[in-house]
Every structure is written in C-alpha cells, then in structure tokens.
C-alpha cells in the first residue's frame, strides 16, 4: 500500500485546479512513475494526491492552423514517439523520450510529469528547450503561457504554483522549421538509466554556415541550461572542425557540473566539451550540413 | 478511501472495491494472480508486468484505481484449455526459463511485442530494446531473444546483428 493520507481524482482540469487550491500540500499525480516512487521511498511530501491520469482533455498531439505543434501535457512518451506530426516536425523529441527507462515506464510516463517535476535529468527536456517550447498552464485566474526557458529554478524546482497545472506544450513553426536536432544521453546503461550528461543540440544552416545554434545541457548545472557562449561561438560560423574545437572551448562558461557518485566534476566536464562538438554536428548533419 | 472498479481481467469483468492505495500489483495478487511478482518495486525490473489495453506497464507503480475500464492480461490468462501460448511454449522450447520469477513479466512483455510486430521484420536490437524494462539474472537473455524470435516465426532467417 502507497502511504497515500489524501486522494481525490480530478474530472476535469479546472477541477484539478481547485482541489489542489482547496487542499494545502496536495500535488499532482499523472503517470505516476515518480510520484509512485518517492511515496514508496517514504516520502510524506507526496502523500496528498490530486489525480489527473483519467483527464482525456490532457491527452493528444496535434497541429494548429499556423502550424504550431500542441503536445498534451498527458501525453506518453510511447504517445510523443508513436506521432506522426512528432517525428516529422520535431523528430529529436521522439528521439529524446525513447532514451528514458524502458518500455513499461514510456507506456505510463507522462511529459508533463517529466517537466513539472523539475529533474535536472529529465530526458524530454533538452529537445523541447532547442525547440523553444510553450508552456499552456492553467491556475484560478485562467490560463496563461509562459516559456519552458526558465520554468526550472532549481533540482526538483519549477516556476509552477501549487495550485496550477500544465496543460500542454506548444512549439512554434519559427522554433522548428529549418533545423536538425539531435539528443545525446550519456549514461552507464544504454537503457533503465539516468542520464549522467544528456545533450540537445539544434542548428539551422544558412548557406554552408551556421545560422544558429541551440545548445542545451542537463545534468550540467543546477537546471537544464542553454548555452550563450557556446551558441554564439558557432553563429555564422562555416561546418568545420575548428567550429566544433570553439563551441566545446566556450561551453565551460556555460555550465556548472558537480560530483556525484555519477561522475566527478572534472569527468563531467571532459562530457561537456566533448558532446558539444559531436552533437552540434551531429545536429548540423541532420539539418543538411556537410563537415 | 475505496472506490469501485470495473475492468475485464484475463477475458473476465470484474467489479471490486479497491482501496486508493493500493498497487495494480496488490490487486491482481489478491486475486490470486501470483504470476503478477514484486520484484524492485520501483518499475525497474518488469517482474510485475502486465498489459494494459494491450501495452506493458509496471503494475508495481501503477494504481489500482487506473485499472478502471481497462483490459487486463497475466500470464494466467495466456494459456487457454490448458494449453500454453505462443510466447509461453516459445520460452519452454528455447529454454528461456530458469528460476523463473522473472518469466511471467517477461513473458507479458514478450506476448505485447509479438503482438504488435507480427509479420515485420524485426532485429534482435529491437527485441532486446523492447524487453529492455525486464531483468533477467539467470538466463543472459540470448534464449529470451530466441523464443521471440521463435515466435515472430523467422528464427532460421535471422542473422545476429549485434555480435552475438
């Protein structure tokens, strides 16, 4: 038995937005992959549960008129990896989801959960954060949007209110059209693992010349971070090696990695650089560039 | 706190009282569905998997409540007038099954993936990432992949790609 003191399963969002104001400490619980954990590690923070699996309304991918794709915060990652318009549109998404767990938790997890529970790990992360996506959260006062950069504060910690609940994601045309994308998760396990460094790069060409670079760690610092100098080390800059020797020498000022029993610091570091070059190209490649 | 649920497990509708806290895991066991095992207990060995509308999940960290509505499959209800399944006679031919524990899981995620790739070509790179949330501590998998293979009917015909 979970150590569950109070649970009430929400039948719509707006529902779910009451009970959670209406009940001090209560939180969400949507896949329940992390949820479900902590409670059976004993954790009483995650003993007051506002249910939101059932809500049908949170669930679907789909495209509006001017393009912009529209992620349900319920979605599964089988789901996001299972969509056309996903794997067309924003395919390193697929690709960054299909990295997490196994197949049992990719049939439950949600993406939603993966974002609001602010893991600095969370594998779908780095994908939507090169692609600049949206946030659509729902609170008392209505919705609003808000961008995913940024909504992490701190490990475990996201600008969400106790009282809100992310509805979907949404990713513009200007935030896909024209870029390669691709996600790296370095780990022990090629599966059922937690990424030790995960990295996301995006890059849109212009002529045979970066256009722009989108670079995103996780891992690497106390929130997934994107990466100023490392993307301006690239900006206009031709496909060559000593494009790829820049970003990986100005990604260091980016990021802020730690020991832990996972890797050391300075290890971590040695990833960084290194992952910076293969994946900015790798992403490069994909968008059309040729090296 | 329970609440009702109605769902079909193995073929069967069942209406139960369910305590919110409880596990989909602690439910089938009460059943008497003790193919259904506790292994981590935290959705990373698969011993507790069933299927869920036709997909593999960890019943360990699943709510009993969410079985609401849905189609329940263990590996009891696999073997019909006492014959066993594809997938299960597979694992006994290829001798896939040592100590056992981790079979019914295993057999539930295999039984989805055949399902669901029946007629395609498949490489064992993609069986072995399909069974990748099953653990197994005995076998070493190589016989686990045979039975799959065995089952999608292209043993013969299929090269290893991976270097072994």
Known sequence: MFAIDYYQQAESVAQAVALLAAEPGARLVAGGTDVLIRLREGRGDYARLVDINGLEELRGIGLADDGTLRIGALSTFRQVMASDDVRRLVPVVAEAVGTAGGPQLRNVATVGGNICNGAVSADSVGALLVHDAQLEIQGPEGRRRTPLQGFHTGPGRVALARDEVLVALHIRPRDYRGFGAAYYKYAMREAMDIATIGCTAAVRLEGEAIGELRLVFTVAAPTPVRCAHAEAAAAGRPLTAETLDAVAAAVAADVQPRTSWRARQDFRLHIIRTLAARVTRRAAERAGGKF | ?164
Not at chain 2, 6 to 16: D, F, M, P
Not at chain 2, 18 to 44: A, F, H, I, N
Request: glycine content about 10%; charged content about 25%; some cysteine.
């Open chain 2, 1 to 164: 706190m329970r609440k009702t649920v109605s769902c079909t497990i193995n073929g069967r509708a069942y209406t139960l009282s369910v305590d919110v806290r409880q596990s989909l895991l602690d439910m089938l066991r009460e059943l008497g569905l003790t193919s259904v095992k506790e292994g981590c207990g935290v959705g990373e060995c698969g011993a507790c998997t069933v299927l869920v509308n036709g997909r593999a999940i960890d019943s360990c960290i699943y709510l009993a409540v969410w079985a609401h509505g849905k189609t329940i499959r263990t590996a009891e209800g696999e073997a019909a007038d006492g014959r066993m399944s594809a997938v299960q006679q597979a694992y006994v031919d290829a001798g896939a099954v040592q100590c056992g524990f981790c079979t019914p899981g295993l057999i539930m995620t295999s039984t989805a993936f055949v399902e669901r790739h029946r007629g395609r070509k498949v490489s064992r790179q993609e069986i072995r990432r399909a069974h990748a949330g099953n653990l197994c501590r005995c076998t070493g998998y190589e016989t686990i992949i045979r039975a799959v293979e065995k089952c999608l009917g292209r043993q013969a015909e299929m090269p290893s790609d991976d270097g072994d």
